[in-house]
């Protein structure tokens, strides 16, 4: 766990308010704020994101779209609903603007029963433990939990209904590196069973270098576990490509976590060398992946551990573009949409199956609160958890 301050986080400025969109259709943009002069020095202040309705969610909300934009015209769209990053938009190598991730066009698309059955969590942030605990057990402090179990035996992703179905406390702003969106989350003591209030800040913020961060903060007021991630799904060729399969990988890491039949690491952290986990060198994800039963799903130990770290570097032949993702975290989960199977519609009625779209989540590994040699997830009260991970784009002619 890093407890690094990187000093990034956002700054609402003063006197600025957000008018409040409630209208229904999800498309109109229907704020654009634009902050007054902080002082008298200021000659020119950083437009605003602006907002739009999402729709209602099914508790009756009004929720909410956020779209950030930096100075090259690039995008992010994330509404409150599960802090969601809905659509990025990024050019490839002639310049033409695309969207990498998969994503839907309402929040009911999200809260569908289709959506619920498939549980991609596409998108969405995750938490309280992103990724399983066996069995959904742990013991902390001498005393054993049992969280609610919701991917057969064990608990995957934090649980029945994790932070990707929660609503968010949004604001947006501007901070020294570009338009930001500050999400907060209060996830009470008991809530899926783990114990402790916890207090949690997120920061999307889209840097004028084409970079999305994400930048995590939590405190707790009892000791517990913490694992956050974002699962977005990419696809640097939506649009050209279905899937995902001619996309080339590289991923720092010497190692991975070996599991069992439910994906739950047996402890056994084991060298990629001559295996298909090796993307030490960029590989396209489709050479290798029929030998690997049911396609990626696995958590690599990142060689480089120390402050921000290349987590994986991701390379699109068909669109040019890039995407290199930091992190400070020890590993990372790289998942093929194996489990994506056409039954969901996203954004334009885009069909989404097998492959659509890859994740690579930053996290600490799998189960961690179960294996005494994994790094510990544990947080304490008095204690700050904070990571950063960026996703930066690029292209390649
Ligand atoms: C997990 C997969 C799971 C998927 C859900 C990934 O992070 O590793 O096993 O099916 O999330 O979309």
Redesign the pocket.
Known sequence: MSFRRSGLLAVTLPGLLLLAACGSNPSAEQTTATAPAADSTSTKAAAMPTSASFGKALDGTEIQLFTLTNKQGAKAAITNYAGTLVSLMMPDKDGKMGDVVLGFDSVSDYQSPAFRKA???IGALIGRY??RIAKGKFTLDGKQYQLPTNNGANS??GGKTGYDQRIWEATPGTSAEGQTLTLKYLSKDGEEGYPGNLQITVVYTLTDANALQIDYTATTDKATVVNLTN?AYFNLSHGVSKDILAHKVTIPADRYTVVDAD?IPTGELRPVKGTPFDFTTPHAIGERIAQVPGGY?HNWVLNNTTGQHSAATVYDPASGRTMEVTTDQPGI?F?TGN?LDGTLKGKGGTVYGKHAGF?L?TQHFPDSPNQPKFPSTVLKPGETYHTVSTYTFGVRK
């Open positions: 549980n991609p969590y992103g990724n995957l992703h699962h994906l799903d989960q998942y489990f994740c989540e």
